[in-house]
Nanobody, 125 residues
Framework: QLQFVESGGGSVQPGGSLTLSCSGS????????IGWFRQVPGKEREGVAC????????TYADSVKGRFTISRDNAKNSVYLQMNSLKPEDTAVYYC??????????????????WGQGTQVTVSS
């Protein structure tokens, strides 16, 4: 059973920044494509960003392009989501997940079979 440790969530004012971290416990994250998703109560889970298994290719949802950056640090067995220029509509629980496919997508979560516990991000003045 793959386990993730997520951290970095919190409360921030609009325009602020946060960096979320996702670390693998007992397995190597570099053997998976990794995605970040978010969910607001009562709404479907939404893909935010993902990074491919190899080559460093990334994909972003239109709503976060130019503001969010996903990256890997294989030496630290971690994937990060740098979030800048945060908006109230970015408020959600954010999850990292491992994709069984080498090329990731944010359009669907159907190929992501391993999920973290989630970390809350609140953007409010």
């Amino acid at each position: 059973q793959l386990q993730f440790v997520e951290s970095g969530g919190g409360s921030v004012q609009p325009g602020g920044s946060l960096t979320l971290s996702c670390s693998g416990s007992g397995f190597s994250l570099e053997t998976y494509a990794i995605g970040w998703f978010r969910q607001v109560p009562g709404k479907e889970r939404e893909g935010v960003a993902c990074i491919n298994l190899t080559g460093g290719g990334t994909t972003y949802a239109d709503s976060v392009k130019g503001r969010f950056t996903i990256s890997r640090d294989n030496a630290k067995n971690s994937v990060y989501l740098q979030m800048n220029s945060l908006k109230p509509e970015d408020t959600a629980v954010y999850y990292c997940a491992a994709d069984d496919w080498s090329v990731c997508t944010v359009q669907s979560d159907s190929t992501y079979n391993y999920w973290g516990q989630g970390t809350q991000v609140t953007v409010s003045s």
